[in-house]
Each structure stands twice: as C-alpha cells, then as structure tokens.
C-alpha cells in the first residue's frame, strides 16, 4: 500500500526508497567491521548477506550476480590486508560496484548547438510524464534557460488543460493546439513558435499508454523521426520496481532514449529500478522525481546516491542546497553581529530560519557522514519542534529577545500560554540557547572560527 506524502518528510529516496536497503547494508557491514581481520569466509559470508539484501530490494538476479561477480575479484586479496581496516576496504569495493551500477557518473541534460534544444518525454500513462515536463521546464527556467512546453498528449482527458494549467502557475509558455490529433504537426508548429520567440529548450509531452503497444510507438517512431529530438528521456514510475525495467528495456528497442528520469521517488518501494535500470540498458538516471511540488526534481549523481545507500553521507549535495537556501549576505550580517554583540534570540531564531531552508534537519543530517542512521529515525517530532521553538520565541517581547535573563517565573509562563506550550518546554530552550551562547563564545575566539549549525540550536537532543 502506497504512503501518503508528507510535506514534513525528507524525500523518500533518502528514506522510504533506500531506507530498508540502506540499513540492511549497514548492519551487514557492521558485523563485519566488529570482527577486525576478516577471513576468506568472512568476505564470502558478507556478500552473500548483500546479494540476499540486493535480491530483496527488487534488484534483478542477472544484475545481482553480474555486481557479486565483480565486487569478488576485486575482493580477492582483501582479507590479507595489514595496513587498512579490511572491512572498510570491502566496503570501498562495493561503493565503487554500487556507483558503476547506478550509472557511474553524472549525465546532464545534452543541449543542441543550435537552439532550441528538443527534449522529447515519452512513458506509460500514469508514469507522471506531464507534471515532470513542468518540473523540467521550471528547473531549466531556473538555471537561465527560456523554455517552452508542447501539449502533445491529444488522447487523455484533460492531459492540455493540466499541462496549460502547470505552464500558467510556473510563468512558461504552453503551445497547445485543439484543431487537430497530428502530433507531428503539433510539436513542429510549437518548435516555430519557440524559434521566433528564441527559446532555449522545447519539452514535448508525448502521449502515453496503460501499457506497451504497436500504435503508441510507431506515433512516437513518427514523431521523433519528424522533429529530430536532442534528447529522448523516459519518465519511469520508481514504484514499479522491475516493471520499470521492462519498460525501460521495451521503450529503448523502440526509439534508442537517451535518458531516464526516475518519478515517484517519495515512495515505498524497494529502490530496485533506480539500481537496475541503468544496468538492463545503459541509457542514466539524468533526473530523480522527490516530491509533489513543482521544485522537487534533483539530477541524478550515481556515486553520491551509491554513498548515501551505504550510509556514507553526501557533503557536495549538502553543499549545493545550503547554496541554493541560503542567504549569504545575511548570513555573513548575522555572524558579524554575534561576533560583535554575542548571540540573542532573535538572531537565534534567524540562523534557525537560514537552516530550515534547507528541509527537514533529518534530511539533512543524513547528509553527513558518520551519522548514526537508527538515532535520526526517534527524531519524528523534529519538523514541529522547530515551530514550537520559533512560536516560543516570538511569544517574547524584543527586550526578552535581547536580554533572555529577564525571563523569570512568570514571564515563562506568559511565553508558554502564548505559544501553546509548556514552561518545561520553554525552559529547555533557554538552557539549550545558554548552551550555543557558549559555544559560539569558543568558537568565535579561534581564528577563523564560524557560527556552528547544530542539532542542539533546534532543540534537539
């Protein structure tokens, strides 16, 4: 049974997609690792606990045996190892198998030499072909690039008006055309239309089907040998497991797609299309699909993903949302400010807004190396505690902000009626505040010390 999305969640492919697999892993290596010199039959026993482990996340059992095969040569040896922790050497093996099965490197978007670049989204019905197109056309428009959408999909209900739709609420132009059922007509007027208006990229959203059949791909046939796209992606539903292989498979004979995009990424399932689809046919995850908003398609980076599954953190892609999130010249006001006047609850409540940008504090933790996976998951109150923290605060008056000290008795009960929470709850954000306040001091007095980020500044334990 499908879970509902929840807002507050971190995206399911740091949870819910690999979560099981992730920590089935885990303690499979754990063991390892607890025996110090490992034996032959030691590495043998562990793969075989990763080949069951592979095998139960839905991963097929020709690619199974295929990554077991070569994580074994290049185990072979291991086990003499002196210098470097065995384990962590086999380890390294299946980081680097793992990475090469998911695709080894980053592929981005190809663009065409000559404007515009035509991007063709083919699929089953039901995969989320049409909101991925405003997804991908949002996330070009962000990076610069003026993009247009095509209505191509002339047989579902209401497939142009929720296109139109989804054009009108992200600001992108929609070329759409009621008259007439020729596709091929369809996406060539909207590739002059794109030209005049000297757009960058044209993303046309084919028609889909239930299923695989002669008509829906002989159109897509016609129509790719008519407008001669740049890219041909696949938009693959990540909760059909090895349907999504097969379906991969059936739509690469057919029109040679040069790409995938994985949708329904905030799911259950077992993870196995994202390890085996680029293994059954060679063509990259170019993009992951991590939620219901229209911002919540990422790119796609095989080793980053390969070191998340085995729990060793992912510090660029941290990097690039704090980037992304973040305001630099007020961050850089705020930690002049603390340095100069020391820390106050306002500023608290600042640097706690900075972070919350970056999602929900276990998405992000999971993020960092060396993170202890089974303690984040007794953090579930962690997105409402960051509002009852922010609703405390502001329940103080300026003064109080500045100046926590003058919060005694009675002014902490007035804060805990006026926020709805407790003068236990309160109190504990005063010592935990008095505890940053303490640890900024330090850190601001070593040379080139910066504001810490902690799990402490939220309230968390």
Same mark, same amino acid.
Not at 260 to 271: E, S
């Given at each position: 049974m499908?879970?509902?999305?929840d807002?507050?969640?971190p995206?399911?492919?740091?949870s819910?997609?690999?979560e099981e697999?992730?920590?089935?892993?885990?303690?499979?290596?754990? /063991?390892?690792?607890?025996? $110090?010199v %490992?034996?032959?039959?030691?590495? !043998? *026993? #562990?793969?075989?606990?990763?080949?069951?482990?592979?095998l139960?996340?839905?991963?097929s059992f020709?690619?199974?045996?295929?990554?077991?095969?070569?994580?074994?040569?290049?185990?072979?040896?291991?086990?003499q190892?002196?210098?470097?922790?065995?384990?962590?050497q086999?380890?390294?093996?299946?980081?680097?198998?793992?990475?090469g099965?998911?695709?080894?490197?980053?592929?981005?978007?190809?663009?065409?030499?000559?404007p515009?670049?035509?991007?063709?989204?083919?699929?089953?019905?039901?995969?989320? /072909?049409?909101?991925?197109? $405003?997804? %991908?056309?949002?996330?070009?428009k !962000? *990076? #610069?690039?003026a993009?247009?959408?095509i209505?191509?999909?002339?047989?579902?209900?209401?497939?142009?008006?929720?296109?139109?739709?989804?054009?009108?609420?992200?600001?992108?132009?929609?070329?759409s055309?009621?008259?007439?059922?020729?596709v091929?007509?369809?996406a060539?007027?909207?590739?002059?239309?794109?030209?005049?208006?000297?757009?960058?990229?044209?993303i046309?959203?084919?028609?889909?089907?239930?299923q695989i059949?002669?008509?829906?791909m002989?159109?897509?046939?016609?129509?790719k040998?008519?407008?001669?796209p740049?890219?041909?992606? %696949?938009?693959?539903?990540?909760?059909?497991?090895q349907?999504?292989?097969?379906?991969?498979?059936g739509?690469?004979?057919?029109?040679?797609?040069?790409g995938?995009?994985?949708?329904?990424?905030?799911?259950?399932?077992?993870?196995g299309?994202?390890?085996?689809?680029?293994?059954?046919?060679?063509?990259?995850?170019?993009?992951?699909?991590?939620g219901?908003?229209?911002?919540?398609?990422?790119?796609?980076?095989?080793?980053?993903?390969?070191?998340?599954?085995?729990?060793?953190?992912?510090v660029?892609?941290?990097?690039?949302?704090?980037?992304?999130?973040?305001?630099?010249?007020?961050?850089?006001?705020?930690?002049?400010?603390?340095?100069?006047?020391?820390?106050d609850?306002?500023?608290f409540?600042?640097?706690?807004?900075?972070i919350?940008?970056?999602?929900?504090?276990?998405g992000?933790?999971?993020m960092?190396?060396?993170?202890?996976?089974?303690?984040?998951?007794?953090?579930?109150?962690?997105?409402?505690?960051?509002k009852?923290?922010?609703?405390?605060?502001?329940?103080?008056?300026?003064?109080?902000?500045r100046?926590?000290?003058?919060?005694n008795?009675?002014?902490r009960?007035?804060v805990?009626r006026?926020?709805?929470?407790?003068?236990?709850?309160?109190?504990?954000?005063?010592?935990?505040?008095?505890?940053?306040q303490?640890?900024m001091?330090?850190?601001g007095?070593?040379?080139?010390?910066?504001?810490?980020?902690l799990?402490?500044?939220f309230?968390?334990?």
């Open positions: 499908r879970r509902a999305v807002p507050d969640r995206p399911a492919y740091l819910g997609m690999f697999l992730s920590d089935k892993l885990e303690n499979t290596f754990a /063991k390892l690792r607890g025996r $110090g %490992l034996t032959e039959s030691d590495i !043998k *026993e #562990g793969l075989r606990e990763v080949r069951r482990v592979l139960e996340a839905d991963v020709t690619l199974t045996r295929e990554f077991l095969e070569r994580v074994e040569a290049k185990a072979v040896g291991i086990s190892l002196k210098s470097v922790s065995p384990a962590q086999l380890i390294k093996v299946v980081y680097e198998e793992l990475t099965m998911l695709g080894e490197r980053r592929e981005g978007l190809k663009l065409s030499s000559i515009p670049t035509v991007v063709m989204l083919v699929g089953l019905q039901g995969s989320g /072909k049409t909101t991925t197109a $405003g997804k %991908l056309a949002l996330k070009l !962000k *990076e #610069g690039r993009t247009r959408l209505a191509a999909d002339v047989y579902r209900p209401a497939a142009i008006d929720q296109l139109e739709t989804l054009g009108k609420q992200l600001d992108i132009p929609v070329y055309d009621r008259s007439t059922q020729d091929v007509r369809i060539k007027a909207g590739i002059e239309a794109a030209k005049r208006d000297r757009d960058r990229v044209v046309v959203d084919t028609a889909g089907r239930l059949d002669d008509s829906m002989q159109e897509l046939q016609r129509l040998k008519e407008i001669s740049t890219e041909i992606l %696949l938009v693959a539903d990540g909760m059909t497991g349907d999504a292989v097969r379906i991969a498979e739509f690469d004979k057919a029109l040679n797609v040069t995938v995009i994985l949708t329904k990424m905030d799911g259950d399932a077992r993870g299309a994202a390890l085996s689809i680029y293994g059954a046919t060679k063509k990259p995850i170019k993009y992951i699909g991590v219901e908003k229209s911002d919540a398609l990422e790119d796609f980076y095989p080793d980053r993903m390969a070191g998340r599954i085995l729990q060793q953190g992912d660029l892609t941290l990097v690039e949302k704090a980037q992304g999130a973040f305001d630099a010249a007020e961050a850089k006001k705020l930690e002049k400010k603390v340095r100069k006047e020391g820390m609850l306002g500023d409540l600042t640097a706690m807004k900075q919350e940008k970056l999602g929900p504090l276990e992000i933790l999971k960092l190396p060396g993170v202890n996976t089974k303690a984040l998951k007794q953090m579930k109150s962690e997105p409402k505690r960051l009852h923290v922010e609703a405390m605060i502001l329940s103080m008056t300026p003064a109080e902000r100046d926590p000290g003058l919060l008795g009675s002014r009960a007035r805990a006026g926020s709805g929470r407790t003068i236990q709850e309160v109190n504990r954000l005063l010592e935990q505040f008095r505890e940053m303490k640890m001091k330090k850190m007095s070593k040379p080139g010390g910066r504001m810490p980020a799990p402490g500044m309230g968390m334990r």
